[in-house]
């Protein structure tokens, strides 16, 4: 019998942390980090509390998906080595975590799971902008980005944009369908005292604005839909639906 606790270790301001999830990493258990390229590590190490990370994991295997099965697979042998550990991961647990996607469908004998989340990055991100999402907020991942992610009609907001080449791949899609002048904004360390960082900029300049790594986000506006130039076929459906409608065209009836 085997137990893994999943931690979220919030955005990345120490403050952000839950007493919950500091609790559990001074429990004495193992602590096992996806990845220390995130700045609540300081924490681990102003306080003296032992981690190993997975991040030697991402230069050993070519593919993602290697690198999140060979995670899941060892940390189910660790939990039954050790019968409890943690296992942290930035932001929320359940927003974009394939690890924790995969060893929740995992329907191992002898292993419980239990959840102690984290706040998103979602969270810092609109708190930035300053939008509510209950007007539509879309979350797309910028590394299996296309043009049918894009929804012009709602905020967007593109994860993993953690290099230049993803960042220009997604600029040029975003150019196509917004067009190169339209204002976007690169945001880095959402949330994080000190180093957040929110930059305003046309589609042009996107991957030529601000620094990108692995706190990275783009976050689009949603097209006003006074001043729109672009539309998407939501837009033709509400238009038929007004022409069809009884105060709608006599012809289209
Ligand atoms: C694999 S996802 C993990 C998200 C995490 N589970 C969460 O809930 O915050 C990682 C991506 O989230 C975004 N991200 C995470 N923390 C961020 C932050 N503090 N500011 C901006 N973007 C962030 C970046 O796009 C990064 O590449």
New binding site residues.
């Given amino acids: 019998m085997g137990k893994i606790y999943i931690l979220?270790l919030?955005?990345?301001d120490v403050d952000s942390l839950t007493i919950g999830v500091v609790n559990r990493v001074k429990s004495g258990d193992k602590n096992y980090l996806r990845t220390e390229n995130?700045p609540t590590v300081e924490y681990f190490k102003n306080n003296n509390i032992s981690y190993k990370s997975y991040d030697y994991v991402y230069e050993k295997e070519e593919q993602f998906i290697d690198v999140y099965q060979y995670i899941v697979d060892d940390l189910i042998e660790r939990a039954k080595e050790y019968k409890v550990i943690n296992y942290l991961?930035?932001?929320?647990?359940?927003?974009?975590?394939?690890t924790v996607e995969i060893l929740l469908k995992k329907e191992e004998e002898n292993l419980e799971i239990e959840i102690l989340t984290?706040?998103?990055?979602?969270e810092?991100?609109i708190q930035l902008v300053g939008r509510d999402p209950v007007e539509g907020l879309k979350i797309i991942d910028?590394v299996e980005f296309s043009f049918s992610d894009i929804d012009i009609n709602v905020d967007c907001?593109?994860?993993?944009?953690?290099n230049m080449r993803v960042a220009s791949n997604i600029k040029l899609i975003l150019s196509e369908v917004y067009g190169d002048e339209y204002e976007v904004y690169l945001?880095?360390?959402?949330?994080?005292k000190g180093q957040?960082e929110i930059l305003p900029t046309p589609i042009y300049d996107l991957d030529r604005i601000g620094k990108i790594g692995?706190?990275?986000?783009?976050f689009i506006p949603r097209v006003d839909k006074i001043s729109k130039k672009i539309y998407s076929i939501a837009d033709i459906i509400d238009t038929m639906e007004i022409l069809r409608s009884d105060k709608g065209c006599p012809w289209d009836r």
């Fill in positions: 979220g919030g955005p990345g995130h991961v930035p932001g929320s647990p359940l927003v974009a975590e394939k984290g706040m998103s990055f979602i810092p991100v910028g907001i593109v994860t993993q944009v953690y945001i880095n360390s959402a949330g994080v957040e692995c706190l990275t986000s783009i």
